[in-house]
Protein backbone atom coordinates (compact mmCIF):
# COMPACT_ATOMS: atom_id res chain seq x y z
CA UNK A 1 0.00 0.00 0.00
CA UNK A 2 1.37 3.35 -1.10
CA UNK A 3 1.62 5.97 1.84
CA UNK A 4 -1.27 8.39 2.07
CA UNK A 5 1.25 11.22 3.18
CA UNK A 6 4.41 10.85 1.18
CA UNK A 7 5.30 14.52 0.65
CA UNK A 8 2.53 15.74 2.93
CA UNK A 9 2.63 18.32 5.65
CA UNK A 10 0.96 17.52 8.70
CA UNK A 11 0.69 20.28 11.48
CA UNK A 12 -0.66 19.35 14.27
CA UNK A 13 -1.61 21.47 18.16
CA UNK A 14 -2.02 19.46 21.31
CA UNK A 15 0.72 16.75 19.87
CA UNK A 16 2.52 15.97 23.11
CA UNK A 17 -0.14 13.40 24.53
CA UNK A 18 -2.89 11.82 23.89
CA UNK A 19 -4.98 12.48 20.76
CA UNK A 20 -2.42 14.48 19.15
CA UNK A 21 0.41 12.12 19.56
CA UNK A 22 -1.54 9.27 18.92
CA UNK A 23 -2.34 10.96 15.22
CA UNK A 24 1.68 12.26 14.57
CA UNK A 25 2.57 8.69 15.16
CA UNK A 26 -0.08 6.83 12.75
CA UNK A 27 0.54 9.49 10.17
CA UNK A 28 4.42 9.39 10.46
CA UNK A 29 4.44 5.85 9.51
CA UNK A 30 2.71 6.76 6.12
CA UNK A 31 5.17 9.25 4.99
CA UNK A 32 4.15 12.83 6.35
CA UNK A 33 6.61 15.43 7.65
CA UNK A 34 5.34 17.06 11.09
CA UNK A 35 4.55 20.10 12.53
CA UNK A 36 3.99 19.73 16.48
CA UNK A 37 3.01 22.70 18.38
CA UNK A 38 2.13 21.85 22.28
CA UNK A 39 2.54 24.07 25.81
CA UNK A 40 4.94 21.31 27.38
CA UNK A 41 8.19 21.59 25.37
CA UNK A 42 8.98 18.17 27.22
CA UNK A 43 5.88 15.98 25.57
CA UNK A 44 6.64 17.46 22.78
CA UNK A 45 10.18 15.98 22.50
CA UNK A 46 8.79 12.45 23.93
CA UNK A 47 6.23 12.76 20.81
CA UNK A 48 9.35 13.18 18.55
CA UNK A 49 11.45 10.10 19.76
CA UNK A 50 8.27 8.16 19.72
CA UNK A 51 7.60 9.36 15.93
CA UNK A 52 11.47 8.47 15.31
CA UNK A 53 10.76 4.91 16.80
CA UNK A 54 8.12 4.05 13.91
CA UNK A 55 9.52 6.05 11.61
CA UNK A 56 13.15 6.74 11.49
CA UNK A 57 13.57 9.31 8.69
CA UNK A 58 10.56 11.39 9.56
CA UNK A 59 11.00 15.25 9.21
CA UNK A 60 9.93 16.94 12.92
CA UNK A 61 9.42 20.42 13.86
CA UNK A 62 8.62 20.95 17.41
CA UNK A 63 7.02 24.56 18.11
CA UNK A 64 6.15 25.67 22.06
CA UNK A 65 3.20 27.26 21.63
CA UNK A 66 0.01 28.54 23.41
CA UNK A 67 -2.96 28.46 21.45
CA UNK A 68 -4.71 30.90 23.43
CA UNK A 69 -2.50 33.26 22.28
CA UNK A 70 -3.28 34.83 18.78
CA UNK A 71 0.18 35.73 18.05
CA UNK A 72 1.26 32.40 19.23
CA UNK A 73 -0.78 31.11 16.77
CA UNK A 74 0.25 33.55 13.89
CA UNK A 75 3.91 32.38 14.87
CA UNK A 76 3.35 28.18 14.70
CA UNK A 77 2.03 28.57 11.26
CA UNK A 78 4.63 30.62 9.72
CA UNK A 79 7.18 28.85 11.22
CA UNK A 80 5.60 25.90 9.65
CA UNK A 81 5.09 27.30 6.09
CA UNK A 82 8.62 28.76 6.40
CA UNK A 83 10.23 25.19 7.17
CA UNK A 84 8.07 22.89 4.79
CA UNK A 85 6.49 25.89 2.30
CA UNK A 86 2.75 24.57 2.97
CA UNK A 87 0.53 23.02 4.89
CA UNK A 88 -1.33 19.83 3.17
CA UNK A 89 -3.22 19.02 6.72
CA UNK A 90 -4.18 20.59 10.11
CA UNK A 91 -5.27 18.78 13.18
CA UNK A 92 -6.64 21.54 15.46
CA UNK A 93 -6.90 19.09 18.55
CA UNK A 94 -5.27 21.44 21.74
CA UNK A 95 -7.83 21.38 24.56
CA UNK A 96 -8.70 21.25 28.38
CA UNK A 97 -11.56 19.90 30.80
CA UNK A 98 -11.18 22.53 32.89
CA UNK A 99 -12.77 22.25 36.75
CA UNK A 100 -16.03 20.36 37.22
CA UNK A 101 -18.70 21.83 38.64
CA UNK A 102 -22.38 23.01 38.38
CA UNK A 103 -22.96 25.71 36.13
CA UNK A 104 -24.03 28.27 38.97
CA UNK A 105 -20.31 27.30 40.54
CA UNK A 106 -18.75 27.22 37.78
CA UNK A 107 -15.99 29.83 38.08
CA UNK A 108 -15.72 32.75 35.92
CA UNK A 109 -11.82 32.35 35.40
CA UNK A 110 -12.45 29.13 35.00
CA UNK A 111 -15.08 29.28 31.90
CA UNK A 112 -12.76 32.11 30.19
CA UNK A 113 -9.70 29.76 30.54
CA UNK A 114 -11.74 26.39 29.13
CA UNK A 115 -13.06 28.48 26.21
CA UNK A 116 -9.68 30.55 25.43
CA UNK A 117 -7.82 27.60 24.73
CA UNK A 118 -10.39 25.19 23.32
CA UNK A 119 -12.71 27.55 21.21
CA UNK A 120 -10.31 30.87 20.30
CA UNK A 121 -7.10 28.91 20.05
CA UNK A 122 -9.07 26.51 17.49
CA UNK A 123 -10.62 30.11 16.06
CA UNK A 124 -7.11 31.29 15.89
CA UNK A 125 -5.51 28.11 14.49
CA UNK A 126 -8.25 28.10 11.57
CA UNK A 127 -7.92 32.10 10.92
CA UNK A 128 -3.98 31.44 10.45
CA UNK A 129 -4.18 28.27 8.20
CA UNK A 130 -7.03 28.72 6.04
CA UNK A 131 -5.18 31.91 4.57
CA UNK A 132 -2.34 29.62 3.60
CA UNK A 133 -4.48 26.93 2.06
CA UNK A 134 -6.32 29.26 0.68
CA UNK A 135 -3.77 30.67 -1.31
CA UNK A 136 -1.89 27.03 -2.28
CA UNK A 137 -5.18 26.09 -3.26
CA UNK A 138 -5.99 22.67 -1.11
CA UNK A 139 -5.83 21.58 1.97
CA UNK A 140 -7.70 19.50 4.70
CA UNK A 141 -8.64 20.41 8.42
CA UNK A 142 -9.89 18.34 11.69
CA UNK A 143 -10.69 19.87 14.66
CA UNK A 144 -11.13 18.33 18.19
CA UNK A 145 -14.59 18.82 19.25
CA UNK A 146 -16.06 16.31 21.72
CA UNK A 147 -18.98 14.07 22.33
CA UNK A 148 -19.66 17.11 25.01
CA UNK A 149 -19.91 19.19 21.92
CA UNK A 150 -23.11 17.43 20.56
CA UNK A 151 -24.66 16.97 23.49
CA UNK A 152 -24.79 17.50 27.61
CA UNK A 153 -22.60 16.08 29.52
CA UNK A 154 -23.12 18.01 33.22
CA UNK A 155 -21.04 19.89 35.23
CA UNK A 156 -18.78 21.34 32.02
CA UNK A 157 -19.58 24.21 31.38
CA UNK A 158 -17.12 25.71 29.73
CA UNK A 159 -15.84 22.14 28.02
CA UNK A 160 -19.59 22.09 26.54
CA UNK A 161 -19.69 25.15 25.50
CA UNK A 162 -16.70 25.47 23.95
CA UNK A 163 -16.78 21.96 22.16
CA UNK A 164 -20.28 23.32 20.92
CA UNK A 165 -18.10 26.38 19.66
CA UNK A 166 -15.84 23.98 18.05
CA UNK A 167 -18.67 22.23 16.37
CA UNK A 168 -20.57 25.21 14.75
CA UNK A 169 -16.50 26.94 13.71
CA UNK A 170 -16.37 23.46 11.41
CA UNK A 171 -19.69 23.93 9.90
CA UNK A 172 -19.66 27.31 9.12
CA UNK A 173 -15.95 27.46 7.64
CA UNK A 174 -16.90 24.44 5.79
CA UNK A 175 -19.12 26.09 3.93
CA UNK A 176 -16.99 29.14 3.36
CA UNK A 177 -13.70 26.74 2.19
CA UNK A 178 -15.40 23.94 0.34
CA UNK A 179 -15.35 26.20 -3.05
CA UNK A 180 -11.02 26.65 -2.44
CA UNK A 181 -10.66 22.89 -2.25
CA UNK A 182 -10.55 22.80 1.41
CA UNK A 183 -12.27 20.06 3.51
CA UNK A 184 -13.04 20.97 7.54
CA UNK A 185 -14.21 18.38 9.62
CA UNK A 186 -14.56 17.89 13.58
CA UNK A 187 -14.08 14.85 15.48
CA UNK A 188 -16.61 14.13 18.63
CA UNK A 189 -14.23 12.10 20.38
CA UNK A 190 -16.11 10.14 23.74
CA UNK A 191 -14.29 8.38 26.55
CA UNK A 192 -11.07 7.90 25.14
CA UNK A 193 -8.36 6.87 27.49
CA UNK A 194 -6.09 10.02 27.27
CA UNK A 195 -4.12 11.38 30.28
CA UNK A 196 -6.93 13.96 30.04
CA UNK A 197 -9.83 11.55 30.74
CA UNK A 198 -6.86 10.03 33.42
CA UNK A 199 -7.14 13.60 34.80
CA UNK A 200 -11.46 14.38 34.39
CA UNK A 201 -11.73 10.33 36.50
CA UNK A 202 -9.01 11.38 39.09
CA UNK A 203 -11.33 14.80 39.81
CA UNK A 204 -14.15 12.60 40.97
CA UNK A 205 -12.32 10.14 42.82
CA UNK A 206 -7.91 10.73 43.17
CA UNK A 207 -8.04 7.08 44.81
CA UNK A 208 -10.16 5.07 43.00
CA UNK A 209 -10.32 6.35 39.75
CA UNK A 210 -9.94 3.23 37.69
CA UNK A 211 -13.08 2.32 39.43
CA UNK A 212 -14.83 5.09 38.54
CA UNK A 213 -13.73 4.25 34.64
CA UNK A 214 -15.08 0.61 34.86
CA UNK A 215 -18.63 2.75 35.98
CA UNK A 216 -18.04 5.51 33.89
CA UNK A 217 -18.01 3.26 30.45
CA UNK A 218 -20.50 0.69 31.28
CA UNK A 219 -23.63 2.62 29.71
CA UNK A 220 -21.37 2.53 26.54
CA UNK A 221 -22.81 0.08 24.35
CA UNK A 222 -18.82 -1.63 23.91
CA UNK A 223 -18.16 -1.27 27.77
CA UNK A 224 -14.81 0.17 27.37
CA UNK A 225 -12.85 3.26 27.01
CA UNK A 226 -11.79 4.24 23.22
CA UNK A 227 -7.79 4.01 22.43
CA UNK A 228 -5.75 7.14 21.70
CA UNK A 229 -4.54 5.40 18.31
CA UNK A 230 -8.12 4.18 17.16
CA UNK A 231 -8.68 8.16 16.84
CA UNK A 232 -5.42 8.37 15.15
CA UNK A 233 -6.50 5.69 12.16
CA UNK A 234 -9.67 8.51 12.00
CA UNK A 235 -7.14 11.67 11.95
CA UNK A 236 -5.50 10.12 9.46
CA UNK A 237 -8.30 8.71 7.43
CA UNK A 238 -10.24 12.32 7.44
CA UNK A 239 -6.49 14.50 6.64
CA UNK A 240 -5.65 12.01 4.10
CA UNK A 241 -7.05 12.75 0.18
CA UNK A 242 -9.55 9.81 0.78
CA UNK A 243 -12.01 12.41 2.59
CA UNK A 244 -11.91 15.23 1.10
CA UNK A 245 -15.55 15.36 0.30
CA UNK A 246 -16.59 15.13 4.22
CA UNK A 247 -16.84 18.29 5.19
CA UNK A 248 -18.64 20.75 7.16
CA UNK A 249 -19.83 17.97 9.74
CA UNK A 250 -18.79 16.13 13.23
CA UNK A 251 -17.77 12.85 13.32
CA UNK A 252 -18.60 11.02 16.37
CA UNK A 253 -16.37 8.15 17.91
CA UNK A 254 -17.47 6.85 20.85
CA UNK A 255 -18.60 3.21 20.86
CA UNK A 256 -21.67 4.68 19.79
CA UNK A 257 -22.50 6.32 23.13
CA UNK A 258 -23.97 9.10 21.68
CA UNK A 259 -26.78 7.36 19.81
CA UNK A 260 -27.82 6.02 23.16
CA UNK A 261 -31.68 6.60 24.31
Do not use: C
Amino acid sequence: MSNRFDGKVILITGAGSGLGQASALQMAKEGAKLSLVDLNSASLEETKSKVLEVSPNADVLLITANVADEKAVENYVKETVEKFEKIDGFFNNAGIEGKQNLTEDFGNDEFDKVVSINLNGVFYGMKYVLKVMREQGFGSIVNTASVGGIRGVGNQSGYAASKHGVVGLTRNSGIEYGQYGISIKAIAPGAIMTPMVEGSLKQIDPDNWEEVGKQFVEPNPMKRFGKPEEVGYLVAFLLSDQANFINATVIPIDGGQSYKY
